[in-house]
């Protein structure tokens, strides 16, 4: 695929992880991500690999886990009930050190909820989700081309530090179609001598998240937080668009830091000098980038559809340097930008 394409962000999704050398697929059907399974069942075999339509979200996770272990690429979609579901699984395959790709095309909750998009789902990726002490690295797209894009980058950040990592997305990216480009790249070759790939003379493999041996569990998970600090030092992807001498900032991912982009351009052309800080990972979070925003920032305004959850690791960030402000949608809401500059410019004037 070389020239652009119309395609939905879900069916992006789903060619990228072809293209990024996904052996098996698993999954079940939920709105509204259901055009990834539909396109793998049709594309997977093509290319002689393997895709199951699993009896339940419990059973696609666990065959990720078996997939991932044997030492291949793989990878499960579903939106945000479904993910509940399978978080047991993601803290075994966290313990195990494996890795795989998660997508969560987010829809509105709690419960069964709509089949909107939302972000109410960034405390359950961001803080773990399941049982036990860790972290997934968690992406989060805001365009068709980054559905595309991104979903390279999570295979070889799953393999490069052998965990999960999840693509965090909203319904309204996975349904909305752009042009993007999908091009088939250079896997990044690493060595999974840890696989369960037959011993063949050499001494087997064991792949287990079970420590009974005195001190034996605490071992492993200092040894996993070792890698999580290493994560943090070495990952941390954002973007920043006219921070340098904005007074007010925003701090947005996926559709709305869509919506934040054009609110920008309307405040400056009616000389209010705001930005935005992107968080593209949102764990590693990129806590020193709005730190360092904090030092010239008046305020910060963080934009989420949900009750407020990201806003938390704002606060953290700024470490009281700024006042930082909260507006949400909840239940597929979408951010009104004409509400986001009233408020704006309601908070710029009471700062004066």
Same mark, same amino acid.
């Given at each position: ?8 962000? &879900? ?8 293209q990024?050398? /996904? ?6 059907? *939920? ?5 990834i399974? =539909? ?21 696609? *996770? ?5 997939a ?5 690429r ?11 579901? +399978? ?12 890795? /795989? ?65 999840i ?8 349904? +909305? ?5 999908? =091009? ?7 060595? @999974? ?6 011993? @063949?003379?050499? @001494?087997? &493999?064991i792949?287990?998240s ?17 890698k ?7 990952? /941390?992807?954002?973007? =920043? ?6 007074? *007010?900032?925003?701090v947005?991912?996926?559709?709305s830091?869509?919506? /934040? ?9 009616n ?41 938390e ?8 340097k700024?006042?930082?402000?909260f ?9 009104? =930008? ?6 704006v ?6 700062? @004066?």
């Amino acid at each position: 695929m070389k020239n652009k394409i119309l395609i939905s962000g &879900n069916e992006a999704l789903a060619e990228a992880a072809i293209q990024a050398g /996904c052996k098996a697929y698993f999954g079940y059907p *939920i709105t509204p991500q259901n055009e990834i399974p =539909e396109y793998m069942s049709r594309r997977m075999p093509e290319e002689g690999r393997v895709f199951i339509q699993a009896e339940s979200e419990l059973a696609a *996770i666990n065959m990720v886990l078996g997939a991932s272990a044997s030492g291949v690429r793989t990878m499960t979609t579903s939106s945000s009930p479904g993910i509940s579901l +399978m978080q047991e699984a993601v803290s075994y395959m966290a313990g195990d050190e494996l890795p /795989c790709v998660i997508a969560n095309v987010a829809r509105g909750g709690p419960g069964l909820g709509n089949i909107a998009g939302a972000q109410g789902d960034y405390f359950q990726s961001v803080k773990g989700g399941g049982h036990g002490d860790y972290n997934l690295i968690v992406i989060a797209p805001a365009s068709v081309q980054e559905m595309a894009d991104l979903t390279f980058t999570a295979f070889d950040m799953a393999d490069k530090y052998r965990t999960p990592v999840i693509i965090l997305a909203d319904g309204y990216l996975g349904q +909305m179609m752009e042009a993007a480009q999908i =091009e088939k790249k250079a896997i990044q070759s690493i060595k @999974k001598d840890w696989a369960l790939t037959g011993a @063949k003379g050499r @001494k087997p &493999n064991i792949i287990n998240s079970m420590y009974l041996a005195d001190d034996a569990l605490e071992k492993h998970n200092q040894k996993l937080q070792e890698k999580f600090q290493k994560i943090k030092k070495e990952l /941390c992807l954002v973007e =920043e668009i006219s921070t340098t001498d904005a007074d *007010i900032i925003f701090v947005a991912y996926g559709t709305s830091a869509r919506i /934040c982009k054009s609110v920008i351009i309307n405040l400056r052309a009616n000389k209010i000098k705001a930005g935005l800080i992107r968080p593209i990972t949102l764990w590693p979070f990129p806590t020193e980038t709005i730190k360092q925003a904090a030092l010239h920032a008046g305020f910060f305004l963080t934009v989420e559809m949900s009750a407020g959850q990201m806003v938390e690791d704002v606060r953290l960030s700024v470490e009281g340097k700024a006042p930082v402000y909260f507006y949400g949608r909840m239940g597929g809401g979408v951010p009104e =930008e004409e509400k986001i500059i009233e408020l704006v410019e309601k908070l710029h004037r009471e700062s @004066k």
